[in-house]
């Protein structure tokens, strides 16, 4: 059974930084994409970093290029997301998802196959 953990959310002041992490178990897939989705309230979830293990191949979002950095473990267990010149607009609840794709699938507007708990992210101006 996959289980995907979250942790290292929090409450940050605009221009702050945070680093989100991603245990991943029981995930027996040689393939394997991770991502960071994230929703805020009153609208829907989106991609937001996604990384191809095996590669190390990135895609991110337009609203966090240049300012989030999705990276992994040497293990390609824990996957991170060091999220840096926070803003108010980041505020939302953060998912770390996997799913068994191929690395030309794997990109944040794809579908992912499992899903964490989540963690929230607060940045106040």
């Known amino acids: 059974q996959v289980q995907l953990v979250e942790s290292g959310g929090g409450s940050v002041q605009a221009g702050g930084s945070l680093r989100l992490s991603c245990a991943a178990s029981?995930?027996?897939?040689?393939?394997?994409?991770m991502g960071w989705f994230r929703q805020a309230p009153g609208k829907e979830r989106e991609g937001v970093a996604t990384i191809y293990t095996i590669a190390g191949s990135r895609d991110y979002a337009d609203s966090v290029k240049g300012r989030f950095t999705i990276s992994q473990d040497n293990a390609r267990t824990t996957v991170y997301l060091q999220m840096n010149n926070l803003k108010p607009e980041d505020t939302a609840m953060y998912y770390c998802a996997a799913a068994p794709i191929g690395v030309g699938l794997c990109g944040v507007g794809r579908q992912f196959t499992y899903w964490g708990q989540g963690t929230q992210v607060t940045v106040s101006s």
């Open positions: 029981g995930y027996t897939y040689s393939r394997k994409c």
